[in-house]
């Protein structure tokens, strides 16, 4: 079970990727908050985002994957 300190790191991580313009989907910021609390239930809430699985067998698209990992290193 993870405690709320650890879903706030990972959601700070999120919104961190996705400032630096890498495709990520954070959650959506409330009163300053991303954590949020009912009835004893912790939840998020996140935007729609569309998308699709990376075509593996293209060279380019690996390569784009790569370079897409190396800079979520150097964000992290």
Do not use: C, K, N
């Amino acid at each position: 079970r993870w405690s709320d300190a650890g879903i706030d790191e990972e959601h700070d991580f999120s919104l961190e990727l996705r400032d630096a313009d890498l495709s990520a989907v954070a959650p959506l910021t409330i009163d300053d908050r991303t954590l949020h609390h009912h009835a004893g239930y912790r939840f998020a809430l996140f935007p729609m985002q569309g998308g699709h699985a990376p075509e593996l067998q293209q060279r380019e698209t690996l390569q784009q994957l790569g370079r897409t990992l190396a800079r979520m290193h150097s964000v992290g």
